[in-house]
């Protein structure tokens, strides 16, 4: 599902809301998510899952075009975990 399929389910099962008001609705929810990633929080959505960030250590890589070794430094990235109820859902 994209952004758009998003708001127009919204969209149908809200009909009295304006398209511009779901809109709102959906860009705080995800501002307010990445927002609380940025800070290095962690945001659970209970029944769904947990997003948090986890931290990747400085590394060497390599230019895969020239082979060539570079030094890749280290990160914190986004990280998913599936909560129980969309597991067993999804393994119906």
Request: glycine letters at 8%; a neutral charge.
């Amino acid at each position: 599902m994209i952004r758009s399929e998003l708001l127009q389910e919204l969209h149908k099962d809200n009909p009295d809301l304006r398209a511009d008001e779901i809109e709102q609705v959906v860009d705080i929810f995800f501002d307010e998510i990445a927002q609380r990633l940025a800070e290095g929080g962690r945001v659970e959505l209970r029944g769904f899952g947990a997003f948090s960030t986890r931290e990747r250590e400085a590394r060497s890589g390599r230019n895969p075009r020239t082979g060539e070794t570079v030094d890749v430094p280290g990160k914190r990235v986004p990280y998913f975990k599936a909560g129980k109820e969309i597991r067993e859902r999804l393994n119906k």
